[in-house]
């Protein structure tokens, strides 16, 4: 299926590793132009030098996405550099796994607060497209208990809310706003990986409760991503979609 995405402009926060580097590589490779930042400069060129292949139009830039001024200006910068944006994610996150002040402010400074200001950065050009299209990016302990009270699974709770919320309120400027919540996803370099070999007992319990005796992996749930932002799916606004190989037990009214 060809799924029209080629020639589109994805601007990806936080994509220079992880999950968000998956999904960099499957739009690259549907064709789609490719902005990404993320803390590292050697780690956005080396995800840059990885799509090149794609023979996409790219930008990259290393920034701190705690600043308030940083993701809006990359935005800018990217849809320059691209020629405007149709596409817009971020992966950006944190967890302390603790309940304090500290934690809290952590998870909002590091994912929360620079999605908010990327979605309000990129509207405008996003308005410009025949494909506008958000994903937020939840996560499965938003609805379930999953490793004690703590404020990255209140918060990712709110991204749902929020994405159901901009559905509405963007869908005059012809703009699609989805919200993705995966459960455990296994990447080469992302946390589960390492989890595996720092915290064997606590990765082993948790893959035992994926029905399927398997974690998600980065490009089953990229290729979904591209699915959805996609023109294919220009019907699909305001959905919660849960990729997580069964590991959420809850029936998904």
Not at 64 to 70: K, L, Q
């Amino acid at each position: 299926m060809d799924l029209g995405l080629k020639g589109l402009k994805a601007i990806l926060v936080g994509a220079n590793g992880g999950i968000g580097r998956v999904v960099a590589h499957v739009l690259s490779q549907e064709g789609c132009d490719i902005a990404i930042c993320g803390r590292s400069q050697d780690k956005v060129d080396n995800v840059l030098s990885e799509i090149a292949g794609a023979g996409v139009k790219t930008y990259g830039a290393a920034l701190d996405v705690t600043e308030v001024d940083a993701v809006p200006a990359f935005v800018d910068k990217a849809a320059e550099a691209l020629g405007g944006a149709d596409i817009f994610i971020s992966f950006t996150s944190t967890n302390l796994g603790e309940d304090t002040d500290a934690a809290w402010d952590a998870v909002m400074q590091a994912d929360i607060l620079p999605m908010r200001r990327g979605i309000a950065a990129v509207r405008p050009y996003l308005a410009k497209s025949d494909n506008g299209s958000i994903v937020c990016i939840s996560s499965s302990g938003a609805v379930e208990e999953f490793m004690g009270v703590q404020p990255y699974n209140a918060l990712k709770a709110a991204v749902m809310n929020y994405a159901s919320a901009l559905s509405q309120a963007l869908a005059v400027d012809g703009i699609r706003v989805n919200c993705f919540t995966p459960g455990p996803v296994l990447t080469e370099d992302g946390p589960w990986a390492t989890l595996e070999t720092v915290a064997p007992d606590f990765y082993k319990a948790t893959l035992a409760n994926m029905p399927s005796g398997r974690f998600t992996t980065g490009e089953e749930l990229a290729k979904a991503i591209a699915f959805v932002v996609s023109p294919t799916c220009k019907a699909m606004t305001g959905a919660n979609i849960v990729v997580d190989n069964g590991y959420t037990k809850r029936t998904q009214f």
